[in-house]
């Protein structure tokens, strides 16, 4: 039998007879109506669970973890407000039931169920997973099982301080607001976990303000891997600038009051706390997991004894608040309506097609408000010398500075953070100065952590910013790759577009550094980033360029709502000459701030019979082959295309009309680099011949072979002569 047949005809039989587990009385503020409404989501919490099993058996619905022994969870939920941020645990539908019953007009057992079903009519995610979560109810939806929603959680919370000084035009959170993020103890124990918790420490510690409660839900076991006793109270109970507080969270009155007293603590003192509630695992991790296979019968069996509801029932029975027939009358009625709930449910149209599932992988736009520009005093006044500068050709660092300066002008509610961002203006001076023009509430040097630099973020465009995080290095963002993939880029997706984070991130990288740092500060791989669906992806070659792509990355953050990622190529941060010392080739001067390079809008130079398509470090060196390959005769047109994602294909098609064949020069790897996929649409879309000249398949060394396994001016030399089979 299944085991949640087994707790479901244990609790019938034994409040029945009375016989309930021993335990605390009800001691604590909560009041009789509150306590029954906690039980009541509890019991529709455990037979949505029920429910979703047989649903699942019988192929009526879909893969699913449950959150029965986790319905303390329902207390939590009473005991903040409906206005609090939720970043939920898998196992939290008792959070959602209860605080479902505190939102007149929504209905959990009916959009729950559409969820567990993959309905086209799940009010979350229109059929695309099984997750938590609810625009009503101010809970983004969360699919991880490893804590990846804990940075923004603090991102989120760091922002309520900031949008009180300055509120962004589209603030989601109250002024008074708290966060709430959950999460289980083996989840606790995740690189991610850890370094969000130790960021909410660190901001704490020097009192900035963090209305963050950490939640962390203590079964005792990870899947199959059993949590050490006592080890997350060891872990977290005296970290400096967290407070910490604790409850048995199989009983609902000293959960709610910890609860309580914890929440209270946050909103008032504007400090992280963290809540440990011990709790029991029923049923095994998820649907399809048998714990029987890992676990001695007498372990789940005495999970299964401590059943939570038991202890409700028993609690509000000694409290007088119901009776024992009243407790199973609430019990059977959930009972009764999940059942008659699902028979419908599995009716619904589900999603069918490609072009379905993939609706909601672009944000839906939203109104902003148009601006006119500063005020040109005020703009003059924060330039200040610079402005005397603008009509002299400039390299590209200082390009994309001055656009900065200009964007966080227009729209003050752009906020910079990253490591060294601040007081020192970046590792190559990139955002020299704009601390002392916009202050560190808008330039935040962050600790060294790339998951916390991107879930500040994440965390931050949830109440409405736009963040522009900067990581160092390209080769840095695989420690935080997930942040960008499993939450920026899904939150559109899992919630149908009514969740977005939008921001732009700004990475240095690609190769060509001279002799510095090798491999990891040299990368020459998009290949992190050019598979995630969804997201926007700049490249520019030249300082000008940058200021106006960069200007359209904003607009596309701020209005589409897009995650838009800029990889600025460090080697052409200080560019200035081209073919000779001191020529000045490959600067420009500042673009009026009104001038764009268009989403797919592609760069080309000459018109010649050879293409040479390429982007980056490649499109200088392929201006520098130019000039040798017109000495020998060929001339040439080349095709700058500016976005890696999405491919501007139109662009591509239309620059290259007229000419004879196609080199693309791709300074990443040969092996998932941009030319397999430059390669592939060529030979599906045009008929000229082409061919690619690619980085090798290797790390960059240091030293004087630092370019030796890139693209040159000479291989590019070699290859169109090769290509065209001139001398």
Not at 116 to 141: C, E
Not at 193 to 202: H, L
Not at 386 to 409: E, F, G, V
Not at 434 to 453: A, K, P, V, W
């Amino acid at each position: 039998m299944d085991r949640a047949d087994i707790v479901h005809n244990a609790f019938v039989k034994r409040v029945a007879a009375g016989d309930f587990p021993a335990g605390a009385g009800p001691v604590g503020p909560l009041s009789a109506t509150d306590g029954v409404a906690i039980f009541h989501a509890q019991c529709l919490s455990r037979n949505l669970d029920r429910r979703s099993r047989k649903m699942q058996t019988a192929g009526q619905g879909f893969y699913t973890i449950g959150s029965s022994g986790h319905e303390g969870m329902a207390a939590v939920a009473s005991a903040l407000r409906t206005d609090d941020m939720a970043f939920l645990h898998y196992r939290d539908g008792a959070f959602q039931t209860q605080r479902s019953a505190m939102v007149p007009g929504t209905t959990p057992a009916w959009d729950m169920l559409l969820s567990f079903s993959t309905a086209v009519s799940d009010p979350l995610s229109g059929g695309r997973h099984k997750v938590l979560g609810s625009k009503a109810l101010n809970i983004p939806p969360q699919t991880s099982t490893i804590a990846s929603h804990l940075p923004k959680a603090v991102g989120a919370a760091y922002s309520i301080g900031l949008a009180r000084r300055r509120p962004p035009e589209h603030k989601v959170l109250a002024d008074d607001g708290i966060v709430m993020c959950s999460f289980g103890d083996a989840s606790a124990n995740h690189s991610t976990a850890q370094g969000a918790i130790n960021s909410a420490c660190w901001t704490s510690y020097q009192s900035v303000p963090l209305p963050l409660l950490f939640v962390c839900e203590d079964n005792g076991i990870g899947i199959s891997t059993r949590t050490p006793d006592g080890w997350i109270a060891a872990n977290f109970a005296h970290k400096p600038g967290l407070k910490y507080f604790s409850a048995n969270g199989l009983d609902i009155f000293d959960t709610y009051r910890a609860a309580s007293e914890a929440a209270e603590y946050v909103r008032t003192r504007k400090k992280p706390a963290f809540l440990h509630l011990s709790l029991v695992r029923l049923y095994g991790h998820a649907g399809a997991d048998l714990q029987q296979s890992y676990l001695a019968k007498s372990v789940f069996e005495a999970w299964e004894d401590n059943d939570p509801l038991l202890h409700s029932a028993r609690l509000l029975i000694e409290s007088d608040a119901i009776t024992a027939d009243e407790a199973l009358a609430i019990y059977q009625a959930t009972e009764e309506q999940c059942t008659r709930v699902a028979t419908e449910v599995i009716k619904q149209p589900r999603l069918q097609t490609a072009s379905d599932v993939m609706a909601s992988l672009i944000p839906p736009k939203r109104n902003c408000k148009l601006t006119n520009g500063p005020d040109p005093d005020i703009r003059a006044r924060v330039f200040g010398a610079d402005m005397k500068q603008m009509n002299a050709p400039q390299p590209m660092s200082r390009l994309i500075n001055w656009a900065m300066t200009d964007l966080m002008l227009d729209y003050p509610e752009i906020v910079c953070m990253g490591e060294d961002v601040g007081r020192k203006g970046g590792v190559y001076g990139v955002t020299q100065k704009l601390c002392d023009r916009f202050g560190s509430n808008r330039m935040i040097d962050t600790l060294l952590d790339e998951q916390s630099i991107l879930g500040l973020a994440i965390g931050m465009a949830h109440n409405g910013f736009i963040p522009m995080p900067e990581i160092q290095f390209l080769a840095y963002l695989h420690n935080a790759e997930d942040q960008i993939r499993g939450e920026a880029a899904t939150l559109p997706f899992f919630s149908n577009g009514q969740f977005t984070n939008p921001m732009v991130l700004r990475v240095a990288g690609l190769g060509y550094q001279k002799g510095f740092g090798g491999h990891f500060h040299n990368d020459n791989s998009l290949a992190v980033l050019r598979d995630i669906p969804g997201i926007v992806i700049a490249c520019p070659s030249h300082g000008a360029d940058a200021a106006k792509m960069l200007r359209t990355c904003v607009r596309l953050a701020r209005e589409e709502q897009r995650v838009v990622v800029m990889v600025e190529p460090i080697a052409l941060y200080p560019m200035r000459d081209l073919h000779d010392e001191k020529d000045g080739a490959w600067m420009d001067q500042y673009p009026a701030p009104d001038q764009f390079i268009d989403l797919g809008e592609v760069g080309v130079t000459g018109d010649g019979p050879l293409a040479i398509v390429t982007y980056g470090n490649g499109h200088y060196l392929s201006h520098q082959a130019a000039k040798a390959l017109k000495a020998k005769g060929i001339e040439t047109r080349i095709i700058d295309i500016r976005w890696i994602a999405p491919m501007p294909v139109d662009g591509i098609l239309a620059a290259i009309d007229g000419a004879e064949k196609v080199l693309i020069v791709d300074e990443c790897r040969g092996t998932g680099g941009q030319s397999e996929a430059l390669l592939s649409m060529l030979t599906e879309r045009s008929h000229l011949p082409a061919t690619r000249l690619a980085a090798e398949d290797s790390f960059i060394a240091t030293g004087p072979a630092y370019a030796a396994t890139m693209p040159s001016q000479v291989s590019i030399i070699e290859a169109a002569t090769k290509l065209l089979g001139a001398k």
